[in-house]
Structures are given as C-alpha cells and as structure tokens.
C-alpha cells in the first residue's frame, strides 16, 4: 500500500512545480499571451454619452440637446410634415440624418461639421453670426448661453451619436497633420479619424489600414510604413513618415487612406454593426480619402 500511495502523493507536486515553471512569462507578451499573438488593444473608458448628475442641466451629449433644445423650442418649425429648410429636428435620429456633415444652405458650411463648431452653420445660426443670415429659433428669444456652449462642446468633441440609436456607423472627421522631424529631416504625417459611434477597435491591426501614394496615376500601397494608435473608442491616428513616401518640396504629393476595405478587413461597432465607409446609409462599403501634402 504504500509503495502505490508514493507515486499518487507525487503527482500533485510534480503539477504544481509545472504550473509555476509555466509562470515564468518566458514567450508571453505584456498582455500574458504568446508573443506571435496580435497585441490586444486596451479602450480607454470613454462613454459615447456619460451618465447626466444634473437632468435639469444641459449636457455636452446629443440626447442631452435633443431633450432640452432640439425637441422642446428647434422643431416647432424644425419638424412636422414639412419641417423648415427640410430640417427636421423633432427626433433625435431626425437630428442626426439632417444635422451632421449634412450640406447648409450655404455652400460654405455643413450644418454640423464634427470637430468643427464655427465652421458649423447650426452654431453661426444660434449666435447671429452675420454668415448665417438671421439668428435662430427665428422670432425667439435666444437660446440660453448653457445651451450654446452644450451644442458647441458636442460638435467640437465630433458630434458623437449615442450608442444606443440605430443609425449608420461612419466617420464623422478625418484631420491630417503634417511635422518636419530635425534629426532625420524627415516628416511625419497623422492622420485622425473620428467616429459617429464607439468602435470595436480591438482586432484592428495595421495590415487592415491602406495608405497608398498616387504615382503615375496608380496607387502604391505604403501599408509597411504605417503605424495606429486609439485615442478612444470613437477615434485613433495614423501615423506615416513622410520619407518612406519620398515626398518633395517642389511638388504636392497626393494619397489615399482605405478602411473596410473586405479584401483586408472590416471595421465594426461596438455593437457589431458594420462600419458605412461610402456613406450611403447601408452598412458596409469601403471608406475611401483622398488627401495631399
């Protein structure tokens, strides 16, 4: 008996000195996982809407506006069967498909241009500003200055959509800027997108993103040169070095950024709904930007 009991009272520690040796971190990444792995993208906590303290203050989020402005004083002639300008902004969908990055009657302003307020016709509307015509709501008193700075805060933050609203995922913004590196005297392109919606940005790699150069009229794939990072989970930036690209100083270089493009990968929600690259209303399409430098 026991020479049978040794072996069984063995076994125990022989497992437990193998777990602690598989412990050792050797050929696992920072997350714990083996280095051949893609690493995992940590989102910041960041709500689309954060939760409201105050339900009589006005918010720097849409549901917040819609509730207290849009909804209350804008669709008394913004709404109903024929809405004023088109514009109707009785809902809070409504708002979103007549409001953001859609065509004022200026041709110089988008009625909201996400990142954007005083280029935004919706804020030169509500302060008088003399490039919008009359100041809005039109016979009114005006909106209160808690209310201006609210609408003004949400379009300068991308005029994020909430989570919870069934409307197309697409991009709102696409900013580039462009730096002279001294050392290297070189130049480093950043490319920020702005999402209406939280993305799922955690299988997201860099083989998924195409930037091209135009040269001869032909696109150039430069995805070797590309680098991400997420700022949030509505936005991330590109980064490109402007000598992996040969760019000149006598002649405008031109690109071209692809996302969702199905042949390298999708881009999706949070929710899992597919990312409306080419903005026609229907889930899917790939996001093509033309840009230069």
Request: net charge neutral; charged share 10%.
């Amino acid at each position: 008996m026991k020479k049978l009991l040794q072996p069984l009272f063995a076994l125990p520690v022989l497992l437990i000195l193998v777990a602690c040796n598989a412990g050792n971190g050797e050929g696992l990444n920072e997350q714990g996982r083996p280095n051949a792995e893609t690493p995992v993208v940590e989102l910041p906590n960041n709500p689309s809407e954060p939760p409201v303290t105050d339900p009589n203050k006005i918010s720097a989020n849409l549901t917040s506006i819609q509730e207290h402005v849009f909804t209350p004083i804008c669709s008394s002639c913004h709404g109903g069967a024929n809405p004023a300008a088109g514009q109707d902004l009785s809902t809070i969908k409504n708002s979103i498909a007549h409001l953001i990055n859609v065509q004022s009657s200026n041709p110089l302003f988008k009625r909201v241009a996400p990142g954007l307020p005083t280029q935004s016709y919706l804020y030169l509307k509500i302060t008088g500003n003399s490039q919008a015509g009359a100041r809005m709501p039109l016979g009114q008193a005006p909106l209160s200055e808690e209310a201006i700075t609210a609408i003004k805060d949400w379009i300068s933050q991308g005029a994020i959509v909430p989570d919870n609203i069934i409307t197309p995922t697409q991009v709102n913004r696409v900013k580039i800027t462009s730096k002279a590196v001294s050392h290297n005297n070189q130049q480093q392109i950043k490319i920020t997108l702005t999402f209406n919606q939280a993305i799922n940005f955690s299988t997201l790699t860099n083989e998924q993103i195409l930037v091209s150069q135009y040269q001869n009229k032909q696109l150039v794939p430069l995805t070797n040169h590309i680098t991400f990072k997420v700022i949030n989970a509505h936005q991330f930036i590109i980064t490109l070095m402007a000598s992996a690209v040969q760019t000149t100083k006598t002649k405008q270089q031109q690109f071209n950024l692809q996302l969702n493009n199905p042949n390298l990968s999708t881009i999706t929600s949070i929710s899992g709904q597919m990312l409306d690259g080419n903005n026609d209303g229907i889930d899917g399409g790939v996001f093509s930007y033309d840009f230069s430098l």
